[in-house]
């Protein structure tokens, strides 16, 4: 006998979360599949560990570097296991009030097992102790996320790596740390242990790290690495691993024709992540996905087959919890409010939270030269800027990409303390289609970091 509900929602993540809650207090009989825990990557193995995490290496990185601003501390120690500790009480209390308002809402049943389809619109949900039972509905969300690539590297099997998740349960602070992976993850955590006090060693296979950014931004962060002595290896792939009699892992690597070695002590893959799609066995509800597996969506986000939905990464969209936030939203108000949303064009702003934070919006100098867009672009050091200066956070730079016909933003990157805060600023001017010239007049609070968008658009006079 298949249980029946009006909805069906699998994966409590960022989208599935609010969207069964939603669904539920519109009297919709709903229920929530989650086969781990509540919360989904964002609060559990993503943005909220990682955070917290980040602002513990801020710490000990400043207390080092105190003398710069005329204070003295003592030796400065790392309690990495006291800073799991923090950590994991963090991620637990986000974690049980999600779980707490989702247990409170009316009409709304959460389950915990790993889903699977056995028809167009029905799933059997095994549980943790091997028990089984189905569901069918009229509606079906999917909100199941990704997960970690791991590459075919000869060796890489034998050697105890690490991914995103596990490096976040180490108790001791690695001697020499090796990360596959230049990019936005691999990035942030190489600063964070750099800090705490490991070696750090980035392999990027392309030419520069963070290739989708402008090289402006990507050469200033390599230059703020290098100068935490994180070593970076552009052009490199690894080739194998193997351990030596000493239990160090050896990797071995390609630069172009050369060949390297380094030696480490743990490794953190970095590479990218894949869609969380596999064991839904969507083959045998008829719902298409792409080539590498995540599930294609419309700009309303239904697939192919009526009344099956996806939200999140998982249909490969912009992989940003917030972008998994606004899919709820277009969702639950089309559906419930009978509104005409959709994702076409939506803004997609993004931070990277190393220190400093790049924050990024809209277009790239790169997608404007591709565009064959007619555009200038403002820039200005951070060691320029008063408010910088004052607080000793003199690294990076802000840029922003203008048309030159409306002297509108098209997009803005800034690397810089407090630089997702920022380029908020410019989002909003950009939605509000204000041009660069009433940012170049407009009054700001004296001192901040905003006032900076003053002199920023200065250089274009």
């Keep these: 006998m298949l249980k029946n509900y009006d909805v069906v929602i699998i994966g409590s993540g960022q989208a599935g979360n609010p969207l069964a809650k939603k669904f539920a207090q519109a009297g919709k009989k709903t229920v929530l599949i989650e086969k781990d825990v509540v ?7 993503g943005c909220t560990p990682t955070k917290t995490m980040i602002a513990s290496a801020k710490l000990a990185f400043s207390a080092r570097n105190a003398t710069n601003m005329a204070i003295g501390v003592g030796k400065v120690s790392v309690k990495m296991a006291d800073i799991i500790d923090r950590k994991n009480a963090v991620v637990k209390m986000f974690r049980e009030g999600s779980e707490k308002g989702l247990r409170k809402t ?16 029905q799933i059997e949900i095994k549980g943790k102790y091997g028990e089984t039972k189905g569901l069918k509905a009229e509606l079906f969300f999917i909100d199941t996320g990704t997960e970690a690539i791991i590459p075919p590297i000869a060796g890489l099997s034998a050697i105890r790596y690490l991914t995103s998740t596990t490096i976040m349960e180490l108790d001791e602070v690695p001697k020499h740390l090796l990360i596959i992976g230049g990019n936005y993850i691999g990035l942030e955590f190489g600063q964070m242990f750099s800090r705490f006090g490991s070696k750090v060693t980035i392999i990027e296979r392309s030419d520069r790290l963070l290739k989708r950014e402008d090289k402006e931004i990507s050469s200033a962060v390599s230059d703020f690495l290098k100068e935490e002595k994180i070593e970076i290896l552009t052009n490199s792939e690894v080739d194998s691993f193997v351990t030596d009699k000493k239990n160090k892992i050896i990797a071995k690597l390609k630069n172009n024709e050369n060949v390297k070695q380094v030696s480490c002590t743990h490794v953190l893959i970095a590479v990218g992540r894949k869609p969380t799609t596999e064991v839904l066995k969507l083959e045998k509800t008829g719902v298409k996905m792409d080539s590498k597996g995540f599930i294609e969506v419309d700009t309303k986000l239904e697939t192919n087959i009526k009344g099956i939905y996806a939200l999140g990464d998982v249909n490969g969209g912009p992989a940003f919890t917030h972008i998994a936030y606004n899919d709820f939203a277009v969702v639950y108000r089309n559906i419930l409010e009978g509104k005409n949303l959709s994702t ?21 100098e790169q997608e404007a030269k591709e565009g064959k867009i007619d555009y200038k672009v403002a820039t200005l050091t951070m060691d320029t800027i008063g408010r910088a200066i004052e607080t000793g956070e003199t690294k990076g730079l802000m840029r922003a990409i203008i048309d030159t016909k409306t002297k509108k933003i098209l997009g803005a990157s800034i690397l810089a303390a407090q630089g997702g805060e920022i380029m908020s600023i410019l989002q909003m001017a950009m939605a509000g289609g204000i041009t660069y010239e009433q940012l170049r007049y407009f009054i700001f609070a004296h001192p901040t970091y905003a006032e900076a968008l003053n002199n920023l658009f200065m250089q274009l006079d």
């Excluded at 919360?39 to 193995?45: A, E, L, P």
């Excluded at 076409?344 to 400093?356: E, G, H, I, L, S």
């Design 106 to 121: 009316e009409h709304l049943d959460l389950i915990f097992g790993e889903a699977s389809f056995t028809g167009e619109k």
């Design 39 to 45: 919360g989904g990557t964002c609060i559990n193995y």
């Design 344 to 364: 076409k064009n939506r803004q997609v702003p993004y931070c990277m939270f190393t220190d400093p934070q790049l924050g990024s919006i809209g277009m790239t």
